[in-house]
């Protein structure tokens, strides 16, 4: 299997959520997650945000801004969108 690093992870990143990327490639995102918590926080606030944005907005979002655009606010803030603390 190909590693990949925490750079490819976001670049493939609208790709994974969207569940349209080749297995192989899904299986090397999940393999580096499973050892890289960054990455790992970075796409389970990416995944709720893009929720929200489905549950609350009638706006249709092209997800590759929508991915890029949470990914950038979940590494700034290396944690979850809203939390005001
Ligand atoms: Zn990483």
């Keep these: 299997m190909e590693k990949i690093d925490c ?3 976001l670049d493939q ?3 994974y959520l969207d569940e349209e990327m080749r297995a192989e490639l899904c299986e090397a995102i ?8 960054d990455c ?4 389970d606030s990416v995944r709720k945000t893009i929720v929200l ?5 009638t706006i ?3 997800m590759q801004a929508t991915v890029k655009l949470s990914a950038a606010l979940a590494r700034e803030y290396g944690r979850e969108p809203g939390r005001a603390d």
């Design 60 to 62: 249709e979002l092209p």
């Design 13 to 15: 990143l609208s790709e």
């Design 30 to 37: 999940k393999e580096h997650l499973a050892r890289c918590q």
């Design 40 to 43: 790992k926080v970075m796409v």
């Design 7 to 9: 750079d490819q992870v």
């Design 53 to 57: 944005y489905q549950k609350h907005s």
